[in-house]
């Protein structure tokens, strides 16, 4: 069950509570590298180790997974099962206010002690048996998700923080601080872990959250925006454990989803039992956003016409978007409407944290018109690109949009100014929120191909 309570019984405390899509034929894997803005992006293991795309080879599951449900203790509980846990261990020993401290103060020494015995090669507190159990408690994994995330923006504010808070290029972790995020890193695997997911998992949504580390020159603001995303989709997946257990891990192997803090979590648990299935309505982001562009797109689905009803997709790579999209349509039928929404160009959209879908790959790929040839799409089907400037021109020849109209034969609907994110459509027309000298206006800026 996903909310139950405590009770104190047997232990302490107990909680109750096949693709044949085939990439190299049909879809050309985008691999255009972006040069990164700043050094942090390379040298920060202290938020993720490297990326691997792993999400395209997972197969399709129409059971949610099995698990330990994650479930509402209460603060109380959850405290005095922290506190017990502890006695005797470095945490005790050295905080002065142990008897008395909340659990955000114990979850952060218990952080620091983890830390350091790590750096030292000793992981007998981090091992220790008396402290499974608290996997478990909602409370708990809220907050380590956010003591984890304050003590690795520590870590990158001190190595990176140059005069006026501007990020410092050229650095080289020390032996020490490369066990620090070491360490950090085993951490955060063992919260996914609670929460379903393994190392591959981990790494396609750690990823999706570093690429808000593209938001600033200034450490300071970069990593105000970069907890602030990684608290909230931490947030989102501990609750949606709670309501739904298993969810998080079917979410992320069939549909994608990294930033679920984008969504309504309800939404997301109709759209695990199939009661979207019948709209055919697709939203598709990307997994990038380094300015948190997309971070209020769903909310402001309020200015389409079917009420947030969309079976919501996101992928990092052309590949692993064919692959889901393929899969979904073999579950709905073909797609009525799709909605692309990724940080875009005249020439391209950005999928991933280093690839981007270019206007040159949509001429030449034959597997956007297999798209039309397997019933993914239809010829009756309309995308819709909510992405920058995708509608304009690239010098004297038409842009990404209209190349994929051109290959698939379907209706294309893009803007050619940048768009602030939101539009809706009127009388066959689509009218987006565009951004201007004087502010936001809305407008009809659209091409129709």
């Known amino acids: 069950m996903g909310l139950g309570s405590i009770e104190k019984s047997g232990s302490k405390y107990e909680a109750s509570g ?110 220790r048996d008396e402290l499974e159990e608290v996997w478990s408690s909602a409370e708990f994994l ?19 923080g140059g005069p006026q808070g501007v990020i410092k290029k ?45 938001y600033s020159e200034s450490v300071y603001e970069t990593m105000d925006e970069t907890m602030d995303l990684s608290n909230k989709t931490l947030d989102a997946m501990i609750k949606l454990e709670t309501l739904r257990p298993g969810a998080v891990k079917m979410l992320h192997d069939t549909y994608g989803i990294r930033f679920f803090g984008r969504y309504d979590l309800w ?41 947030n009803n969309r079976i919501v997709v996101e992928g990092a790579t052309l590949m692993e978007i064919g692959r889901r999209l393929v899969r979904l349509s073999r579950q709905i039928g073909p797609i009525e409407e799709l909605v692309i929404a990724g940080h875009g160009t005249a020439s391209g959209v950005r999928l991933g944290e280093n690839t981007r879908l270019e206007q040159s790959q949509v001429v030449r790929s034959k597997g956007l018109t297999r ?35 051109k290959q698939t034969g379907v209706r294309v609907y893009a803007p050619k100014h940048n768009s602030s994110g939101g539009f809706r459509k009127m009388g066959g027309k689509v009218e987006y929120n565009i951004r201007t000298k004087k502010g936001k206006r809305r407008t009809v800026d659209t091409r129709m191909f």
């Open 18 to 127: 096949e693709s044949d899509f085939n990439p190299e034929e049909d879809l050309l894997e985008a691999s255009a590298k972006l040069e990164d803005p700043s050094e942090v992006i390379k040298a920060t293991a202290l938020l993720a180790n490297d990326v691997s795309d792993s999400s395209i080879t997972k197969a399709h599951t129409s059971e949610l997974p099995q698990k330990e449900p994650i479930s509402y203790w209460t603060e109380k509980v959850a405290l005095e099962f922290l506190r017990d846990s502890l006695r005797g261990t470095d945490v005790e020993k050295v905080l002065e206010n142990f008897e008395t401290a909340d659990i955000g103060e114990l979850v952060m020494e218990l952080i620091d002690a983890i830390i350091q015995q790590h750096v030292d090669g000793n992981r007998e507190l981090f091992d």
């Open 371 to 405: 798209l039309t040839d397997r019933k993914v799409i239809s010829a009756t089907t309309s995308v819709i690109f909510m992405s920058c400037k995708t509608g304009a021109r690239k010098g004297m020849k038409k842009g990404i949009a209209s190349s994929f109209a």
């Open 267 to 307: 939404k997301l648990i109709d759209q695990i039992d199939g009661k979207l299935d019948h709209r055919r309505k697709v939203l598709y982001t990307a997994a990038s956003d380094r300015n948190g562009a997309f971070d209020h797109m769903y909310s402001r689905m309020v200015l389409f016409d079917d009420d």
């Open 170 to 214: 050229g650095i080289e972790l020390t032996e020490e601080q490369k066990g620090i995020s070491e360490a950090i890193a085993s951490i955060r695997y063992k919260l996914f872990s609670a929460l379903g997911l393994n190392q591959l998992d981990t790494d396609d949504i750690q990823a999706a959250l570093r690429s808000r580390l593209w």
């Open 142 to 160: 809220k907050e380590l998700a956010h003591s984890l995330m304050d003590r690795a923006s520590r870590e990158i504010i001190k190595l990176y």
